[in-house]
């Protein structure tokens, strides 16, 4: 359960953001046209899991490369050409490393997606009344209640003066 407070100005929403973490609400977020604070213009880069896809990825993709080249120059249908051995590992690299790239960039892009839950063509806010304003002059504090009841966050709301305060069912 989601409790939302609707605030006209950036000052009254960065108050009432202050004012809300120093009560110990921890799943805190912000719907506003621009970031509101340093730390949401300059959120934590990286993550841990999409690095591992990344890098399984990539790796799968040194393996692919490698094996497919071997298995047609060598296993396959050996030439000799110009005295070369058949197995000529300088000359896998470039699609190796080729491959490597594209699968790992594949990788990221699907995982990604995955992780993000993306595409979310439709979440539980947008059907309140008004939100669409938050990408244009609103700014939206949003809480998730979890083990607090509703009325006590309504409560810890109703001082930081939002314009209104709407409570949402969805999860997402």
């Known amino acids: 359960m989601k409790v939302l407070a609707e605030f006209a100005t950036p000052d009254a929403a960065l108050h009432a953001l202050a004012a809300v973490k120093s009560l110990g609400y921890l799943d805190v977020a ?3 046209p621009f970031p509101l604070t340093t730390e949401e213009a300059h959120a ?3 993550s841990l899991p999409l690095a591992l896809l990344a890098g399984g990825a990539g790796l799968t993709g040194v393996a692919a490369g490698y094996v497919v080249q071997w298995w047609a120059n060598v296993a396959s249908y ?6 070369r051995p058949f197995h000529a590992a300088a000359a896998f690299v470039p699609a190796t490393f080729e491959t490597l790239c594209l699968l790992a960039t594949a990788g990221v892009f699907l995982g990604f997606l995955l992780f993000e839950r ?3 063509l439709w979440q539980p806010e ?3 009344e008004g939100f669409e304003r938050s ?3 609103r700014f939206w504090v949003v809480l998730n209640a979890g083990k607090t009841t509703v009325e006590q966050v309504t409560r810890d709301l109703v001082p930081l003066n939002p314009l209104r305060i709407v409570v949402s069912e969805g999860d997402a």
Request: aromatic share 4%; hydrophobic share 35%.
């Open 30 to 32: 912000t719907h506003a």
């Open 44 to 46: 934590p880069h990286g």
């Open 78 to 83: 050996p030439l000799n050409i110009g005295g």
């Open 118 to 120: 993306l595409p979310r």
């Open 126 to 128: 947008f059907e309140i």
């Open 135 to 137: 990408s244009v002059d």
